[in-house]
Each structure stands twice: as C-alpha cells, then as structure tokens.
Nanobody, 121 residues
Framework: QVQLVESGGGLVQAGGSLRLSCAAS????????MAWYRQAPGKQRELVAI???????NYLDSVKGRFTISRDNAKNAVYLQMNSLRPEDTAVFYC???????????????WGQGTQVTVSS
C-alpha cells in the first residue's frame, strides 16, 4: 500500500505564510511528478503547482511569485511554501504523486486526504 500524508494547513491572516508538507510511504519504487491541488467550496479542484522528478516546476498563474513547490526525493516528500496569502487562496489543499510501486510495472496516481487552508481578511 501507498499513503500520502499531508500536514501544515491552518488559519492565517492575509499576507501571512504557511508551509504544507506531504510524505509518501509504502512500497515505493519511484516517484515521478508530485503536485499540490486545491479545491475551494463550490469550485472544481485545480492544479496549484507541480514538480517533476528532475525538479522542473510549473505554477498556477495566480500563485506565481508567491508559492514555491519543492521536493526531497530521499524522503519521498513534497512541500509548498505559501507566502503573501490572500483570502481567495482559502481551500482544501491536496497532495498528489505519480508513483511506481515495487513489483509493479505501471505508475499510478495517489492523493492525500487534504488539509484545510483558511486565509482571513
């Protein structure tokens, strides 16, 4: 089995910062892309930031310059540093990873349970 466990959400005032963490565990052979998605009430889930196994990154336009995604391959972990937070960033944030399990031949997508981020004005 593979699990993604997130931490670091919470309540913060506008302009503040939060750092989200996500660690993958289980019988993992390799991890390809890792990413953070978010879903606000009444809205569809959207990709916030993605990082490849080689370290290339891409961001949602509205978070460019404020959010930074990083990963630690030795720890099977991905992070999201969020600065200059805005009320419109309020959402449940989900960790995502494309993982190849040991003894398997295909990568599969895995999701964390979600962590709430609330930004007050």
């Amino acid at each position: 089995q593979v699990q993604l466990v997130e931490s670091g959400g919470g309540l913060v005032q506008a302009g503040g910062s939060l750092r989200l963490s996500c660690a993958a565990s289980g019988n993992i052979a390799r991890i390809d892309d890792m990413a953070w998605y978010r879903q606000a009430p009444g809205k569809q889930r959207e990709l916030v930031a993605i990082i490849t196994s080689g370290g290339s990154t891409n961001y949602l336009d509205s978070v460019k310059g404020r959010f930074t995604i990083s990963r630690d391959n030795a720890k099977n972990a991905v992070y999201l540093q969020m600065n200059s937070l805005r009320p419109e960033d309020t959402a449940v944030f989900y960790c995502f990873a494309n993982i190849l399990r040991t003894s398997f031949v295909r990568y599969r997508n895995y999701w964390g349970q979600g962590t709430q981020v609330t930004v007050s004005s």
